[in-house]
């Protein structure tokens, strides 16, 4: 099945079992009618929403507690990753911990829009335990980024909980704005108690972190528009020397026998799905589920991203496909589990993506062996469209702040020519404010410098490619690095990473004559453009 109708079916399914349940406790995810004036969103959201697994009751002797930590103040325009304790924010007793639903709020209870401040990612850490796919880590039990795919174990499982143990929260909290702002990261826990009569029947399950790039600080990976085949790159199989000659970070050799119990996979936007496959020396799989290539790789699960984005991939407007409550995957000591991470390539180029999947693993001998059991079943969509992404943006034009710079004349600068980026704006050519349009002569360069802050939490900002005129309203799948020739500066900092490491970046002297327009991809809002003419 391709990923395509899979996604279909996911909703399909979804729906029917909606039917069968109606709906409960309703989440503010699917409280609000969506105010976008652009085609609506696929009609059903609201019941799939309402399927949230956590948004059902708890499961029997689970209490549901609210955690929150912060307030987080968002400096203007922020981008930058840090830590926090969260040993203030964790349950106050052992205990099985079976379900996860994070969120990003306002001292109000109200969530963000993307388009406004976004949650790049958290990472819950456990600092009393240490990771089992990158022992040099504390133990990595959960992670969100802007697709807020939910946590529910299978019934009968659940994550070991002390007491005692030391959380700690590491986030990369993005302002798309040049406002400075206060914000919560907040988490809803299922909880067991270790007293509790229902303590006896759950089995522990330990958190399999799986990684295109684990280990990594900043683990992400550019993918070009056009690159791949037929519009989608998969990494790292379609990269040249992902690991500049070293092992593979997407493997992890399994430890002991056991069982899988679920997963779901995180992309940014571009993601079309996250894979998981497994290796046993000497096996072979069914044709239909081996990996191209690799007949003794089996293909256990594909967390499919599902757009309610209405200009297609190309947004947090997202949900992926976790594992449905009964898939139990066998694997021995001494599998190979890898995974892969396939974005589109059509719309745009799609730079400091992710591929992670969390796995979770029993000692218990459950599973079902995935070399003659096809275990690859369509999985569920942890939520439905969430009010915070109805800002898509977009054209037409946003007069009141942009002009086509593609009809300003030029103003010819001389090679080498310095363009400061300063308090959110281009000096020369920003679209915001321009009446000309810096131009060199083919085979010249302009150099742009970041002056806003570049160290240490600094505002780190992008010159990238997007199609002219490049002048719609901003919104979280708007503008995007479309551009007929590629180019991106990397975010311009020293602040270590996503930062590039330098805060200057010099035009290519091989573009060809023609308007260059661009956008700053960490803050949308900032757009400009440079020109070339001919010798
Ligand atoms: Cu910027």
Redesign the pocket.
């Known amino acids: 099945m391709t990923a395509r109708l899979r996604s279909v079916g996911l909703v399909l399914t979804v729906l029917l079992v909606a039917g069968a349940c109606g709906s409960s406790g309703t989440p503010k995810a699917s409280s609000k009618q969506s105010s976008t004036t652009r085609p609506a969103v696929a009609p059903n959201t609201e019941d799939i929403a309402s399927l949230t697994p956590m948004d059902q009751s708890p499961d029997q002797g689970a209490t549901r507690l609210h955690f929150k930590i912060g307030p987080f103040v968002v400096e203007p325009?922020q981008n930058n990753i840090s830590t926090r304790s969260a040993r203030s924010q964790q349950p106050q007793e052992d205990g099985w911990i079976v379900g996860i639903r994070p969120n990003l709020e306002y001292a109000d209870g109200q969530t963000p829009g993307v388009d406004v401040i976004h949650l790049h990612h958290a990472v819950w850490l456990n600092l009393s335990e240490q990771d089992i796919t990158d022992p040099a880590l504390p133990e990595r039990f959960f992670a969100v980024g802007e697709e807020k795919t939910n946590l529910k174990f299978p019934p009968g499982y659940g994550y070991a909980y002390k007491a005692t143990d030391r959380w700690v929260l590491n986030y990369m909290i993005h302002n798309l704005t040049s406002k400075r702002d206060k914000v919560w990261v907040t988490y809803d826990i299922d909880f067991i108690p270790a007293t509790s009569p229902y303590a006896k029947n759950i089995k522990a399950a330990r958190p399999i972190w799986m990684d295109v790039q684990n280990g990594e600080v900043y683990p992400v990976f550019d993918v070009l528009r056009g690159s791949g085949h037929n519009g989608v790159y998969t990494y790292p199989d379609d990269a040249t020397d992902p690991y500049n000659g070293g092992p593979p970070k997407n493997v992890w050799t399994v430890d002991q026998d056991g069982t899988l119990i679920g997963t779901a996979g995180h992309v940014h936007p571009g993601g079309l799905r996250d894979d998981m496959w497994l290796e046993r020396a000497g096996a072979k799989a069914p044709a239909d589920e081996a990996k191209p290539g690799a007949p003794d790789t089996v293909h256990v699960f594909s967390s499919v991203s599902h757009y309610y984005e209405p200009a297609g991939p190309v947004s947090w407007d997202v949900t992926m496909s976790a594992t449905p409550p009964d898939w139990r995957v066998k694997v021995r000591k001494g599998d190979k589990l890898s995974i892969t991470a396939s974005y589109e390539t059509e719309h745009a180029s799609w730079y400091e993506g992710m591929g992670i999947m969390v796995a979770w693993m029993a000692a218990d001998d459950s599973g079902k062996d995935p070399f003659t059991t096809d275990v690859n079943v369509p999985g569920i969509l942890t939520h439905g469209h969430l009010p915070e992404n109805d800002n898509h943006g977009g054209p037409p034009a946003d007069t009141e702040h942009y002009v086509d710079l593609a009809k300003l004349p030029s103003k010819m600068v001389p090679d080498g020519y310095v363009i400061d980026i300063s308090n959110?704006a281009y000096a020369a050519g920003d679209m915001s404010i321009a009446t000309s349009v810096p131009t060199i002569k083919q085979g010249q360069s302009i150099t742009f410098n970041n002056l806003d802050a570049p160290l240490d939490n600094g505002?780190?900002?992008?010159i990238t490619d997007c199609e002219g005129p490049c002048d719609g309203h901003s919104g979280i799948a708007y503008p995007i690095a479309n551009g007929r020739i590629i180019f991106d500066s990397g975010e311009l900092g020293e602040g270590g990473p996503p930062a590039a490491g330098r805060v200057t970046w010099s035009t290519p002297r091989n573009l060809p004559p023609g308007t260059y327009t661009y956008f700053?991809r960490?803050?949308p809002f900032?757009r400009g453009a440079f020109r070339i003419v001919a010798n």
């Open positions: 325009g959110f505002i780190w900002h992008t700053c960490i803050h900032m």
